[in-house]
DNA sequence: CCTCTTTAGTTGCTCAGTCAAGTTAATTCA
DNA sequence: TGAATTAACTTGACTGAGCAACTAAAGAGG
């Protein structure tokens, strides 16, 4: 596995942790998809979603606010929201304030199936990612991806629109 | 291994750990296919599958192998060589040994493409995840990340299919 | 006021990925 | 040997997300 030595090629103990890393990237968010998708039908995603409005006063959020805290394109978020609207578990409505923004609010039906899915969705987190770990890798993790983060906002910086 | 009671809703420590580990999730894979989409047309996946084939030897490898090489479904792989061979950077053939295995082969462009997009992806993985973190971190991630592995495959094990 | 611009959201188009069904080739074993 | 099974893909139908174009409501400036 390791190689040759051209302008800079990843090689070594580098090369080892990028690869971990990558796989925890590409297998982790399925992962925890399964459990919910099979158990309450919604994607990981989708439950941010009904986990910002149940948390928030009213239940309530306008979208781009809601936008912000799922970490999601308006796009993406519309789309999801007209799903979870056609499943009754929230609805939208004018902003009686500003006629150009949107208020979701969580509906009753949303908060029950929020509620079933919160112990689920605790489970999967704790087998897949905290029981395994030591408090001090916890920890570790914990500024490591805070550091990833602010490399991320630093280099271009991704952020949803 | 643990504090928190096992079927209580995630706090302190731990929340903010899946939290921040969440956003990275999120954020990481866009930021990391940002550079190579914008300089050479691949995806971080599509640069895997060239990368698994440069590596090995003839630059050939049944469809198969690959996709255990890119952690991916054989469906997924099958689309992305029909991409890859689309702009000729790939071709496949029927294996003369095995007439149900398909060989994937880099081509001498996609070669070319290859050792264009590596700097590229290597100075994103560096600039986006190695070179902020200290060589302790490095370790620690790995360390982790291959501990999280692991938890995965255990609990009802996600391997793509 | 009446344009001109900005803000907030939604939607058409397209593409990547999943699941399940289909195809063709090897294997098994009765 | 030949029918049934398994293996290795490929493909069709469908879903979710991104981008860009579009609509509607504020706000700004002259």
Redesign the interface.
Known sequence: MN?ESD????TG??L???A????????????LD?GLARDVDLTHFEYGILYALATSPERTLRMSVLAGYA?SSLSRLSRAATRLEGRGWISRTRDPADGRSTLALLTAQGLEVFERA??LH?RN???????????A????????????????RE??G??PR
């Open positions: 190689d302008a800079s090629p990843l103990d580098d080892a942790t990028w971990a890393l990558a796989t925890v990237l590409e297998w982790l968010p399925p992962a399964a970490n919160t112990p605790e987190v704790r087998a897949l990612v905290l029981d395994p770990l030591t408090s890798q916890k920890q570790q993790l914990r500024a490591i991806s805070e550091r990833i983060q602010r490399a991320i280099n271009g991704w952020a």
